[in-house]
């Protein structure tokens, strides 16, 4: 009980100071997802509030039960692109439907511990991944920035001054809301010719209801609303998993990976019941709210509770924030999120680092779709990461004194390095020929096959061949899979 106690405080508000930061920073965030939410929600072909009402609850649920405190999660781009198709053709009870089911997955993901997967993706497509994200925050914001006033230049301007400025005066309030109110009072006070939020779509109303989606419960539903559910799924999980990665770089914490693929999947089925669409981890406002201070679910919670309560309360004021506010801090999310160093390293790093970042930047930048960014990096770094181990391999052919053929082999042997491994034995006649795989290592059938070819190519020859020194791994793939008689492997020592 006492350590159950110890850390639900620990995770969610270690002393007053950064109760304090978690709240500023969460209020920051929500005045941010407010545009963002409206966005996406358009993007998706749906209702301005099925965006909003999605990213209350995802962000409320997910500060409650995910796995990293202080992620931001709410609906966001990545999802609304893959369920335009869906509301287009079917409507949008079908979306609710489609992101419930897509909550369920993501749950099972959890219990089957995908978030493993990520161990696969290397440093290099993770900076490609923040860098093409980088990028589109700020591409997103040029819409903002063409066909204005020169007053929005100058109140974009304005608030970037605001928001690298003011931390030299104090850190006590997030410089990011320093600049919204004060560029909202100026536009406001002085009937500004700007944008607003208002301007983007309309604001709800009141509080959302809570209903199951209103679609048959049959095969039909299922065949239709599965594929979108798994593409939802994936692409949710990876950009979570991804963002979490991210918040733990540069928190210097740990975060629950499992337990956050089974937040996702219960905010998603939370959102869905309120009327919204899925969502998932979101690296911009995360940024935001890191770098405003937040690091507990107290900032998480405070985000979704706060923006609740401004489209209740306060939707008329809220409507009439300046959108150059906004774009501002964004722009600032999209310089703080760039891995500026990674510029530096392009001649210091490995040349097939590099590539494998710009590759994914490229095609995310490209497509607009952080997973087949971050599967074409991770395709190309298994393809480098093949090329290089296939490269650490070697066969020495030697007599010894008594008049024996010897082949020590060196390296790994696999699918990839099965050729050359074939190609380094003679086509010895008559011979007695040892074999000394001591330090090599099978490490799949391919490489089984290819000394089944070896030896079978030998005995044809009329050598006698011995094969001698399999590690324990390789002697219990040989021993199941190979075809060659097992004479061999009787004369051959397997240590212990």
């Not at 599965?226 to 914490?253: C, F, K, R």
């Not at 074939?422 to 089984?448: C, K, P």
Request: hydrophobic share 50%; aromatic share 6%; glycine share 10%.
């Amino acid at each position: 009980m006492i350590q159950t106690l110890y850390r639900f405080r620990s995770e969610w508000f270690s002393s007053a100071t950064e109760a304090r930061h978690d709240v500023l920073a969460g209020i920051v965030v929500a005045l941010a997802l407010i545009p963002e939410a409206i966005g996406f929600a358009i993007i998706s072909g749906v209702d301005p509030r099925v965006g909003l009402y999605a990213s209350v609850a995802i962000a409320v649920v997910i500060s409650l039960i995910g796995g990293r405190p202080g992620m931001i999660s709410a609906a966001t781009a990545a999802v609304a692109v893959v369920v335009t198709p869906l509301v287009r053709d079917h409507g949008v009870e079908y979306l609710f439907a489609a992101t419930i089911l897509m909550g369920l997955i993501q749950m099972i993901a959890g219990l089957l511990r995908l978030d493993l997967l990520m161990q696969f993706v290397s440093r290099s497509v993770i900076t490609g991944f923040v860098n093409a994200l980088a990028i589109l925050i700020f591409m997103a914001q040029l819409p903002q920035l063409i066909g204005v006033t020169w007053h929005t230049y100058a109140m974009i301007a304005g608030g970037l001054a605001i928001i690298y400025l003011f931390p030299r005066v104090t850190r006590a309030v997030p410089s990011p809301l320093v600049a919204i109110v004060v560029l909202a009072s100026l536009s406001i006070g002085l009937g500004l010719p700007v944008n607003t939020v208002g301007d983007m779509g309309k604001l709800p109303e009141g509080l959302p209801d809570l209903a199951l989606p209103n679609v048959p419960l049959t095969l039909e539903s299922l065949r239709i609303i599965a594929p979108y559910s798994l593409t939802m799924t994936a692409v949710g999980l990876l950009e979570s998993m991804l963002t979490a990665q991210i918040v733990d770089d540069m928190t210097h914490t740990d975060s629950d990976k499992q337990r956050e693929c089974l937040g996702q999947g219960g905010a998603n089925i939370a959102a869905a019941l309120v009327g919204g669409m899925g969502g998932c981890a979101m690296i911009g406002q995360s940024v935001i709210n890191v770098t405003s201070g937040g690091r507990k679910r107290l900032s998480t919670f405070t985000a979704g509770a706060v923006l609740l309560f401004l489209l209740v309360a306060l939707g008329p004021v809220v409507g009439r924030i300046p959108m150059p506010a906004l774009v501002a801090v964004m722009i600032m999310v999209s310089i703080g999120t760039f891995s500026w160093n990674s510029i530096s390293n392009l001649r210091r790093h490995p040349p097939t680092s590099t590539i494998v970042m710009l590759v994914t930047v490229a095609v995310v930048v490209t497509t607009h779709d952080l997973a087949q960014g971050v599967l074409a990096g991770v395709l190309l770094s298994g393809i480098f990461f093949t090329g290089k181990v296939r490269r650490m391999f070697a066969v020495e052919r030697a007599f010894d004194p008594g008049g024996e053929v010897r082949y020590r082999v060196r390296g790994e042997i696999f699918f990839a390095s099965v050729d050359r491994f074939v190609r380094a034995f003679e086509d010895e006649q008559g011979q007695t020929v040892t074999i000394d795989v001591s330090r090599a290592h099978f490490w799949d059938i391919s490489g089984v096959g290819a000394l089944d070819k070896i030896v079978a190519r030998l005995r044809r020859g009329g050598s006698a061949v011995e094969v001698i020194g399999y590690n324990e791994a390789s002697a219990d793939l040989i021993d199941r899979f190979a075809l060659h008689d097992k004479t061999g492997f009787e004369l051959g020592a397997v240590p212990h």
